[in-house]
């Protein structure tokens, strides 16, 4: 551990010159490095699910493949391919309650451990009956990755470029998925079993490098603060946001908001139950689950999983059929990287809609070119589809995937996620087992499917769906209207100050609520936090920098300070605050200096794992030593 003073303009931060902030950096890996490492590096839970998703898809036209299970029927192989989700929906209801009890990243931990066991197991299946075994053994794994790793993402990702975060993590699945296909291509050339082995034994080396990978990453601030581990929360978001300053006023900004978010969910009877859940928070729920079954209603796994079964029906045969689903597949990459940009700025809504229409409209397409089987098919079939899968990559692929994470209050949002990533997993079942059923029955007709599923999805995206760009975790019971809030700007000045510390925030002050400039004549109202989300001009500038922890009767005249009572949401409940009782709410402080460095040193004084392995032997071979001595 080092700590050394800050400059005085270290990190554009503004610091004053009667102390000095102090930096304490166990590793290069602070701020923004810290932040973009361990998004990468978590978004291999998503790469394993995307690799193993288009392994399968091009091992199942392997020659070598067939031959060794004795050439597979349909059923059997939709039965294979689509057991994995059966596993990931009944793991994903547990990864959420694992992930609330031992923390987002020993969750990770223990899910990419299983997809390891799951991997090794299909690598040296003898029987289509035992490689399914693994594939199921690798969904409960992909269960606890894909609710847990979104999860994760959000609760790190600052509020203006948490949609760039979550697309670019979705784009680490697709790059899995596109990297699955080449390997494969490139071990198809090898005239043995070693052709479909290889890319499995891959698959399994993949899995060894998260796990061991999960020791290195650190856990997100907002399980930590939830948990009352308030110590290493604080010096998690000084490394994160502040490279290390732990006395930056952003970072215990930062540390307030949270926290005050936990505090607010405790007061409001936040129970963390799924009746709870419902009953509260329905919206947002039907929200979260819709985005995850359109996602997959809408064909991407008819695309994902059977890909080089569709181009063979459409003419391209064997190797060439993976080679186009290979090509597939880069453009499927591409078309990831345009929402990096576009999701925080355009916002959510309209890349779905965009998406919806631009996937409904090929598959018709392709589904019209196959009933008439003229000369164009293969031609026009091919670019269906591929534009089909890059409208996906383009919207639904990562917003599907965000919308969970990010509009689910803290106290569920475990449980909110696994329903809505069951939801995902129940459908993708659905899809993986009739795909090949379908296709071999009504051919073409299959393609209506997923078609009108498409043109559904852009008027529920339109009608149901509301804006989330730009918003913190804690600020969505402001589109939502069902969170209950208080009157809070934890800010570094007096009314009218326009502090740098107070700026840098971005307004985080989660649930706020303000009241609307009135005039003489016009009579007292109350804005709530969602009126003022939808009507901005309506804010009070001069009342950004209240603080919190001094009388009110200080900053606004007295006539009017009954008005600052919370507001009800239209469901929000704090019957169990009496503001005419309270005079003074106390300001949420995050720990000291000293407190911090006590906490430091003392984990840098826990013994490692290695030393405690090897300080247990020796105690071992010295007790045995004693009793071979004693004998």
């Not at 929906?89 to 899910?111: E, N």
């Not at 080089?308 to 045969?317: T, Y």
Request: aromatic share 12%; with cysteine; glycine share 8%.
């Amino acid at each position: 551990m080092a700590a050394t003073p800050a400059n005085q303009q270290q990190n554009g931060h503004p610091q004053n010159d009667d102390h000095k902030h102090i930096q304490i950096k166990d590793s290069f890996l602070v701020g923004k490095a810290l932040l973009n490492f361990t998004s990468i590096f978590v978004s291999l839970g998503v790469f394993l699910f995307g690799f193993e998703q288009g392994l399968m898809s091009s091992l199942i036209t392997n020659e070598f493949f067939k031959s060794y299970y004795h050439e597979p029927k349909p059923a059997a192989i939709g039965i294979m391919i689509s057991i994995l989700e059966i596993g990931a929906l009944f793991s994903s209801f547990i990864a959420g309650r694992v992930g609330d009890l031992v923390g987002r990243k020993k969750t990770i931990r223990y899910g990419s451990f299983i997809f390891v066991i799951g991997a090794l197991i299909q690598f040296l299946s003898p029987t289509i009956f035992i490689l399914s075994c693994g594939r199921l053994i690798g969904g409960v794994a992909i269960g606890f990755l894909t609710t847990i790793v979104p999860i994760y993402q959000s609760e790190i990702s600052p509020p203006t470029d948490r949609g760039f975060y979550a697309c670019a993590e979705f784009t680490g699945n697709i790059i899995g998925y596109a990297a699955s296909i080449w390997v494969d291509y490139g071990f198809s050339f090898f005239e043995s079993n070693t052709s479909w082995k290889s890319p499995l034994f891959v698959q399994f080396m993949m899995g060894v490098f998260l796990w061991l990978g999960t020791y290195i990453i650190v856990e997100t601030p907002r399980w930590l603060l939830n948990h009352d581990h308030d110590l290493e929360g604080m010096v998690v978001i000084a490394d994160m946001y502040a490279d290390g300053d732990v006395e930056d006023e952003h970072a215990k900004n930062e540390y307030r908001n949270i926290k005050e978010g936990v505090l607010i969910d405790r007061i409001e009877g936040g129970e963390r139950s799924y009746q709870y859940l419902f009953k509260r928070y329905a919206k947002r729920l039907s929200v979260a689950c819709f985005g995850l079954f359109f996602s997959q209603m809408n064909g991407i796994n008819l695309i994902s999983y059977y890909a080089p079964m569709i181009f063979e029906s459409a003419g391209w045969v064997g190797r060439q059929a993976i080679f186009m689903t290979g090509i597939n597949s880069i453009i499927y990459v591409l078309s990831t990287i345009p929402p990096w940009y576009l999701v925080d700025s355009w916002g959510r809504k309209p890349l779905l809609m965009v998406g919806a229409l631009f996937m409904g409209i090929p598959l018709y397409i392709a589904g019209y070119s196959l009933y008439l089987d003229d000369k164009y098919t293969a031609a026009v079939v091919v670019t269906s589809i591929i534009i089909a899968n890059a409208a996906f990559g383009f919207s639904w692929g990562g917003i599907g995937w965000l919308l969970p994470s990010e509009i689910l209050p803290l106290p569920v949002r475990s449980k909110g996620a696994a329903l809505a990533t069951a939801t995902n997993w129940l459908s993708n079942f659905i899809v993986g087992l009739a795909s090949p059923i379908l296709l071999d029955e009504i051919k073409w007709k299959t393609y209506l499917i997923p078609a009108t599923s498409c043109i559904i999805s852009f008027f529920a995206v339109w009608y149901l769906f509301p804006e989330t760009k730009g918003l913190s975790l804690e600020e969505m019971g402001s589109v939502f209207d069902d969170k209950s809030s208080i009157f809070s700007y934890h800010a570094s000045g007096n009314v009218g100050s326009n502090s740098s510390s107070a700026n840098s925030l971005n307004n985080y002050g989660s649930t706020t609520e303000r009241r609307p400039s009135q005039s003489v004549n016009e009579p007292e109202t109350v804005q709530t936090a969602a009126m003022m989300a939808r009507n901005p001009a309506t804010m009070r500038p001069e009342l950004d920098n209240l603080i919190v922890g001094g009388s009110t009767s200080n900053i606004i005249p007295a006539a009017s300070t009954s008005s600052l009572k919370p507001v009800k949401s239209d469901a929000g409940s704090i019957a169990s605050f009496d503001m005419n009782n309270v005079d003074v709410v106390q300001e949420i402080e995050p720990p000291t200096l000293k407190q911090i460095l006590d906490y430091k040193l003392r984990e840098q004084n826990k013994p490692s794992f290695i030393s405690e392995l090897f300080n247990k032997n020796e105690k071992k071979k010295n007790n045995d030593e004693e009793n071979r001595l004693l004998e």
